[in-house]
């Protein structure tokens, strides 16, 4: 089984560029960073976690495309994902042109994990309802793989529309998307209709999400076998990884603290002893 591992990188945690590099060293299979564009001072949205303060990392993240082009320049194996970019608050051209750009420059190693937000505030500034948000995101979402895998595409929706256009380059067959979230029958009919598979935030749930997901997928006409499914974020002992593994899952993503090199090198050591035999390094002086 596949380890990948995830940061919510800021402007004062370790560089991302320098993460993808010492974790491609230790042989870990990817990196995923999240998104927040900005974070209102307003907090009419509770924080997603639970607690009473939202944690002053949210307002400080880093483009995630930006950053992982830099990441791709150093790296050569590593793949480097979102986790998770909001697409229904970008401009669906403009981001299907950075990401396409993002996966030809990075040899096709580029995974669009998406999520359709929780912050109401920073949405609105977006213009964009709440309530409207999945429906929001599934149409940028279609319309920049119009544009990825069709020489000519246009697309008309309630909330995308755009002529009959030539956008190049052409990721082929384009990158895979991963949906985020907790379990749940709309969410997994997203993920049937228009992804290659789920992320589960945190990981917990998953064998008894699983025949859900299924159920799904052979709804909307798919092979449940081609969906992958990645738990992401996780906090990694010995008999959780097991269960992962016991499930057949090929890849998990584990956690590292939002912190400077020196918080965030130990643990990546740490998590060495997880990895697979054959990987380049199980420990490091």
């Known amino acids: 089984m596949r380890l990948g591992v995830t940061i919510f990188a800021t402007d004062r945690t370790m560089s991302p560029v320098e993460l993808a590099r010492e974790a491609e060293d230790r042989g870990f299979a990817s990196l995923f960073l999240p998104e927040h564009t900005h974070i209102p ?13 939202l944690p002053e990392d949210y307002a400080r ?6 950053a ?11 793949r480097l994902g979102t986790g ?8 669906p051209i403009v981001t299907a042109k950075a990401i396409a750009t993002l996966d030809r420059v990075s040899g096709g190693r580029f995974v669009l994990g998406i999520g359709f937000g929780w912050n109401r505030e920073e949405m609105a500034d977006h213009g964009v309802d709440p309530a409207t948000r999945r429906a929001r995101a599934r149409e940028h979402v279609l319309a920049m793989r119009a544009l990825w895998r069709e020489d000519v595409a246009g697309y008309r929706g309630e909330f995308v529309r755009f002529a009959p256009s030539w956008s190049w380059p052409k990721p082929a067959p384009g990158p895979p998307v991963l949906i985020g979230g907790a379990p749940g029958a709309t969410l ?14 945190g990981g917990s749930g998953v064998r008894d999400a699983l025949p859900a997901l299924h159920r799904a997928a052979e709804a909307a006409g798919r092979d449940p076998a081609t969906l992958t499914v990645i738990p992401f974020g ?3 002992t010995p008999a959780k990884l097991d269960y992962y593994a016991g499930l057949g899952l090929g ?12 918080e965030v090198l130990p ?9 697979p035999e054959g990987s380049p390094r199980h420990a490091r002086a």
């Open 251 to 262: 890849e998990v993503v584990l956690r590292v603290p939002a912190g400077p090199r020196d």
């Open 68 to 78: 992982l082009s830099a990441a791709a320049a150093v790296t050569s194996t590593i």
């Open 84 to 91: 998770v970019c909001l697409p229904a608050q970008r401009e």
């Open 267 to 275: 643990v990546l050591d740490a998590y060495t002893a997880y990895l």
């Open 61 to 66: 993240t880093l483009d995630p495309l930006v």
């Open 234 to 236: 996780v906090e990694p």
């Open 188 to 201: 997994f009919r997203h993920v049937a209709e228009y992804a290659d598979g789920w992320l589960p935030i």
């Open 41 to 53: 001072v307003s907090r009419e949205s509770p924080p997603p976690t639970g607690v009473d303060v």
